[in-house]
């Protein structure tokens, strides 16, 4: 079983703080996705990591993929109250075409 | 274009009770999933169908959750008889991609479901 450890579980932060947030996993995946769950929605894909070592920006968020493609981390750069959510990463089985969740980390951002 | 839609969103039942949800993928979407969110987890995949054929159900408590697709297209998921633990939030996600690559999932809000 493939599983993906996210830390930290909680994380309360003033609004303008940087932050970075991690997924760790023993296994190997062909990708790795990122999703923001906000209460009582469903989660929404953020960004997908496919290459090892490779980083993406979006906005104040930054991705970046490990080389040896088993772990990934998220940092929000000048945080904001509207950041606010559950930050899940997922590893995609290709052959299997799913996706393995972790348990997320908790942000809330305080204005 | 319609997201994917879920009913009902909220159910409250007591335990050995039975209770179905029901999902609407968005259109055109050949890979449908059951996932299971339990407060403080992430979500946990039940049952993945690709068209109307189940192609993942190895996590599936099959001697109480059934689920179905029986046209390719909406889907619904039952649980008979329902137990304290069953509390959780089901959601329907969908993808456009064919089987080989999981993709972009799309999920719906949500059902959530209360055991008393």
């Known amino acids: 079983t493939q599983l993906l450890e996210q830390s930290p579980q909680f994380l309360s932060i003033q609004e303008g703080e940087n932050l970075t947030v991690y997924c760790n996993s023993s296994?190997?995946?062909?990708?790795l996705q990122w999703y923001r769950q906000e209460p009582g929605e469903g989660p929404v894909l953020l960004v997908t990591v496919v290459t090892g070592g490779e980083v993406k920006k979006l906005k104040r968020l930054t991705f970046q993929f490990g080389d040896a493609r088993k772990d990934s981390s998220l940092h929000i750069t000048a945080a904001q109250p509207g950041d606010t959510g559950l930050y899940l990463c997922a590893g995609v089985n290709t052959n299997a075409g799913k996706s393995t969740f972790g348990d997320g980390t908790t942000l809330t951002v305080k204005p | 274009e319609a997201g994917v839609a879920q009913s009902p969103r909220y159910k409250i039942i007591e335990k050995r009770q039975s209770v179905a949800f029901w999902c609407n993928p968005i259109s055109g979407h050949a890979t449908l999933y059951w996932y299971q969110q339990i407060l403080g987890q992430g979500p946990k995949l039940l049952i993945q169908?690709?068209?109307?054929?189940?192609?993942?159900d190895s996590q599936l408590p099959k001697d109480r959750f059934s689920a179905e697709r029986l046209k390719g297209v909406d889907s619904t998921l039952k649980i008979q008889p329902a137990k304290l633990e069953d509390s959780a939030v089901y959601l329907c996600?969908?993808?456009?991609?064919?089987?080989?690559?999981?993709?972009?999932?799309?999920f719906g809000e949500g059902s959530r479901l209360t055991v008393l």
């Open positions: 169908f690709q068209n109307n054929g189940v192609v993942d």
């Open positions: 996600a969908s993808s456009f991609r064919d089987r080989g690559f999981a993709g972009e999932l799309f």
């Open positions: 296994s190997v995946f062909s990708s």
